[in-house]
């Protein structure tokens, strides 16, 4: 086959494209440069996609011995990606940009041009399996519990999955390091990239005030007492306790969490611990990875809401529009806006976006 490598300058993506080019397959590599300033997205370790990650693309690149382009992504990128990011915290919301960034860069756009081009598909680094049933690909989680990335990836439609190539699904991350010396890969050494890249401080909160404005408001109870003042709801989410700017303790000594965010009125709501228990969620906007639910069945599987969280045993019914998910336990914390990802096992059935908790 004829393939696109995505390769973010890190190790993971370096090695899969190797293990493609092995394999016989016409690899290409392609790095993405998804800001039109990289100054201004994060560096070194801390961040992915900036300038020293496209050198160090480059450089494995022609140690495997591939052809190497770097791919302007900036306007897709900030549409898809940053705006969205924006728009969900100004609306009280607390999205997973990496979630945005697979589903509108690395497996839409990037996909779409790879077969424009005449590609076949496009390998990347990420951790999970595809698995050919009845000649089908279905995504499953991969091997390494450690780096499952199937959360970051069941943003996917069947087409999406169809193109995508993860040659690490099988492999430990240890493993894929040990690789990558042994190829005598400049990014075996590489540490992981995280946090949001294009926030360059790390600091969340400052970075949406500079973008939306200080917009000071009300820090109140559950029944309306006002407790402090914030600069903007905005840069708070659910279930944080750190940073409130509260000093009136409660009077058994327990610390405050946000429990709601009301973008309309600006205000913060706080209370105790115990009120951030959910056992219910509904997602919008869902998206199969397999084959669709029949509408308003009634199925068992797992249900997991954060990227590095357990998958929480649950039932879960497709209405139509949106799924409906019931826990078998509590949960504590969960914003909407965050990615809701369904299990059967470690079979992916699908995702959506947290609209509505109880």
């Not at 992915?48 to 022609?62: F, L, P, Q, Y």
């Not at 007492?225 to 914030?230: A, D, F, P, R």
């Not at 959910?278 to 669709?292: N, V």
């Not at 954060?306 to 949960?331: M, Q």
Request: charged fraction near 25%; proline fraction near 4%; include cysteine.
């Amino acid at each position: 086959m004829k393939l696109i490598a995505a390769m973010s300058g890190g190790v993971d993506s370096a090695v899969a494209a190797a293990r493609a080019h092995d394999a016989g397959h016409e690899v290409v590599g392609v790095h993405l440069a998804l800001s039109s300033n990289p100054a201004k997205y994060r560096s070194g370790a801390r961040g992915c996609c900036t300038i020293e990650d496209s050198h160090d693309a480059a450089r494995a690149a022609d140690m495997i011995g591939i052809p190497f382009y770097i791919w302007d992504m900036a306007a897709e990128f900030h549409a898809g990606v940053v705006e969205d990011f924006i728009a969900e915290y100004a609306k009280g919301r607390t999205p997973n940009p990496c979630l945005r960034c697979n589903e509108k860069i690395k497996f839409a756009a990037v996909l779409d041009r790879a077969k424009a081009l005449g590609f076949d598909g496009v390998i990347t680094g990420h951790y999970a399996r595809l698995i050919e049933v009845e000649n089908q690909k279905v995504m499953y989680r991969a091997v390494d519990p450690q780096k499952d990335q199937s959360y970051v990836l069941a943003v996917l439609n069947q087409e999406q999955i169809q193109g995508a190539h993860f040659p690490l699904g099988d492999s430990l991350k240890i493993d894929v390091r040990k690789e990558a010396k042994a190829r005598g890969l400049y990014v075996a050494n590489k540490p992981d990239s995280h946090d949001i890249c294009f926030v360059p401080s790390g600091n969340n909160a400052g970075w949406l005030r500079d973008k939306l404005g200080s917009a000071r408001g009300e820090i109140v109870d559950e029944v309306g007492n006002v407790l402090g003042e914030h600069e903007g709801a905005f840069t708070y989410t659910i279930g944080q306790r750190k940073g409130l700017g509260i000093s009136t303790p409660l009077p058994n000594g327990e610390p405050r969490f946000v429990l709601k965010i009301e973008p309309t009125s600006n205000r913060v709501v706080v209370g105790t611990k115990e009120k951030l228990a959910i056992q219910e969620i509904e997602g919008e906007k869902p998206i199969w990875c397999g084959e669709k639910p029949n509408i308003n069945t009634t199925y068992q599987g797992f249900a997991q809401v954060r990227a590095h969280g357990a998958a929480l045993p649950c039932e879960y019914i497709y209405d139509g529009k949106a799924i409906k998910v019931k826990l078998n336990d509590s949960l504590l914390g969960l914003a909407t806006g965050q990615g809701l990802v369904i299990y059967d096992q470690d079979r992916v059935v699908g995702s959506a976006t947290v609209s509505t908790t109880a």
